[in-house]
């Protein structure tokens, strides 16, 4: 999506049609990226919501020589990492159960080259909640297992095991 001088002149200047039409045009897209992330639609579309009124109120910084798409990806998965955060400390207040798993592997062993991309999203929904949010990060945002712990806050080695976790519990579900 580019928008030209007149439709960002004009969602700068909150005009209430262009507003909408940029919103029905970039909602299908959001959506689909934050329902790898969150099986709930509720979850679903408090991110796409949260990441569009951000882009609206941020859209200064907008270039408009790179993609639309691009920057509202990275919104969203901000977004995606600070709804995360807020619910893992709302979890915290009420529970002290915590895993963590010790062995360290690296990103090969956990992509199964089985698992085609295109079929996973599909499969995610077998995942626990948390397990499916670092696999995603992995597998769709194509970010390193350091990097996941860093965003989430979360010990790397809790985010291996996370990713031990999808692997095999994929490789199951994949074969069945």
Known sequence: MQLNERQYRL??????????????????????????????????????????????????????????????SVILRNELIDLYRKE???????????????????????????????????????LPKTTRFVFSFVVFEELSPKEIAAALQMPIDTVRWHLKIARRILKTHVHE
């Open 88 to 126: 893992q400390r709302w979890k915290r207040l009420f529970s002290k159960v915590q895993s963590q798993g010790n062995e360290e592997m690296s990103i090969d062993e956990q992509l199964d080259a089985a698992i085609e991309l295109e079929k996973v999203q599909q499969h995610l929904l077998v």
């Open 11 to 72: 969602l700068l200047q909150q005009d209430p049609q262009m507003v909408k039409e940029w919103y029905l045009q970039t909602y299908p897209f959001l959506m689909q990226r934050a329902a790898r992330f969150f099986d709930n639609k509720d979850e679903q579309l408090t991110a796409v919501h949260n990441a569009q009124l951000k882009a609206l109120k941020h859209l200064k910084t907008y270039k408009s020589t790179s993609s639309m798409w691009s920057w509202l």
